[in-house]
């Protein structure tokens, strides 16, 4: 028990400096990511929201050595990944989580709810990306005007609101207008305000639909976030599937990004290779021919140790010459 307990620690500290991150402080991450952090923690993943912990493993209860742990969280939370109907976590020690509670990444807030359901409100492996997002609106606004945004699949609107932050303008489009709901919330929480006027708009709507629309509208973006859920289903039924409809969603997004923008592709597909995934992105641009459209991918934030599960591309449309816009974001 001892050596475990001083691996748990040893895994503690070497993930502290991201505690630090390069917007302000974080205080949500993976403190633990299975056989990644050692073979003797394989199957076991914890992951830190402001001091309570959510412990997901699968067939097995929490290890008992966690209520050794020093300095102890304020919770934990034991989440089934075995169990079919995703259902919250459950209280396993510490003091009940009553309540949706706040976390900080990069120095925005955003709210938790352990009871929301599976999926507690933000998703911590998508931390990079959205302080990518955020350096590039940055850098943009230094450059030129506010980014145009638009985040597809939006759930809380953690990408908008990291967008926001950066001065750009929002579009956040989710199936789920409690999502949306919990969106604005995640705006106001960091004196974002969520309306049209102050240049942030919602819509609850099928992805897709809302793609094609805002083609006839003629609409254009700087960035679009494309991270779509590996299986969904829209009101009319009508089915989403990485694996098959990836490309296509691409080929709907693409045509509405503006010369020297950016669009983000993100799956947790894990039975797509990477160049699987590739490939069915190329599927859904148009050929390159020396236009400047680059693909570049990234890896996954530090604390996620173990299996490399989330594959994210950021695509590049580059100017007639790009090699300023390219330059601008390889810098990061
Ligand atoms: C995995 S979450 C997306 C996570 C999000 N990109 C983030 O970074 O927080 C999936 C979200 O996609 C939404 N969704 C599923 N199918 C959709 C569709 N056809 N059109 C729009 N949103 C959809 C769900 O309601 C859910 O909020």
Known sequence: MDSLLANFSAARVRRAPLRAGAFGPTDALRLLDGA???PEFTGLTIDDFAGRWL????NLPPPDWLRQV???PRAIYWKRLEVKDKEPPQFWAGERVAAPFEIVENGLRFQVDFAAGYSQGIFLDQRDNRAALRRWCVATEQREAPAAVLNLFAYTCAFSVAAAAAGAQTVSVDLSSVSLTR?????????????????????AADAREFLRRAAKRGRRFDAIVLDPPTFSRDRDGKIFRVERDFGALVALAFPLLRAGGIMLCSTNQRTLSPLTFDRLLASGLPADGGSGLRRRSAPMPADFAGEPYLQSVWIERGRTSDA????LFAAR
């Open 36 to 38: 990644g952090d050692g």
């Open 70 to 72: 020093a300095p102890a």
């Open 55 to 58: 412990v997901s493993t699968k």
């Open 324 to 327: 300023d816009n390219y330059a």
């Open 183 to 203: 969106g604005r919330e995640n705006f106001q929480l960091n004196q974002l305000d969520p309306t049209p006027a102050s240049g942030h708009e919602f819509y």
